[in-house]
């Protein structure tokens, strides 16, 4: 079969196919801002992820196989990872709004920058550490595809009507990462993993996706794509005479 990746473009609504395995669709800049309580915002492009341990792990969550996962400090380890990439996608259009209202200001860019990233921290560092001391559960072999974003971490505190107790990032097409309030203060517990038999809690995070995607959604079919395209495509669409030159 051809590899790579089929999507839809949030700007102009048309489902594209990107050849090969490097998804250079996906491949925008990234305002990064280190989200611990005494980062230093000189430094790095992005967290300090253990990529190995990483994609271990998203592999053992791909294939539902938790014993292929690693060590247990592993799991805990790329969990954590997962999490700290999910908030760095979270955070870029905030940063990009910030970026656009500084802008119209008398400010130097060097003084942008740090307004930006001073925003991110005041609305991110807190949330931060909250995850940090989350339980987090592996739901392997989900009954229905996930689509994925540019944005694909969900706060269904704050996304959901009425609120849910968790958040959840996918791991891959069929398995989800979530975590709940664990009522600890320090240490953070093992990962657990469980096998879904429905989309229960979850059955509106396809929704929840394509409602904050601004960039490119992938999905397992072309057809999960066409569902969602009539949110993105332009107004014009349906007049073919307005594209006339």
């Not at 938790?66 to 979270?90: F, K, M, N, T, Y």
Request: net charge neutral; glycine share 8%; aromatic share 8%.
């Amino acid at each position: 079969g051809h590899v790579g990746t089929r999507y839809l473009d949030c700007a102009d609504g048309q489902i594209k196919f990107d050849d090969g395995k490097k998804a250079r669709f996906a491949d925008e800049p990234i305002f990064y801002v280190g989200l611990g309580r005494e980062a230093d915002d000189s430094q790095g492009s992005g967290p300090a992820i253990k990529e190995g341990g990483l994609s271990r792990f998203l592999r053992a969550a791909q294939l539902g196989h938790p014993d292929e996962a690693g060590s247990v400090a592993d799991v805990q380890r790329a969990a954590q990872d997962c999490v700290d990439l999910g908030l760095v996608c979270a955070y870029q259009k905030d940063a990009q709004d910030a970026r656009a209202r500084y802008a119209l200001e008398p400010m130097f860019d060097d003084e942008i920058r740090a307004a930006v990233i001073s925003d991110i921290r005041r609305k991110y560092v807190n949330l931060r550490e909250q995850l940090a001391l989350y339980d987090y559960t592996v739901f392997c072999g989900l009954p229905a595809p996930l689509l994925i974003s540019e944005a694909p971490f969900i706060d269904w505190r704050v996304r959901a009507r009425p609120a849910q107790p968790f958040v959840s990032l996918p791991l891959g097409p069929y398995c989800l990462l979530v975590g709940t309030p664990s009522g600890k203060t320090s240490r953070v517990g093992p990962v657990l993993w469980k096998t879904a038999v429905a989309m229960g809690p979850f059955k509106d995070h396809n929704r929840h996706i394509a409602e904050s995607a601004r960039l490119w959604i992938v999905a397992s079919t072309e057809d999960q794509l066409v569902a969602v395209q009539s949110r993105f495509a332009p107004a014009t669409a349906d007049k073919p005479e307005a594209t006339k030159p």
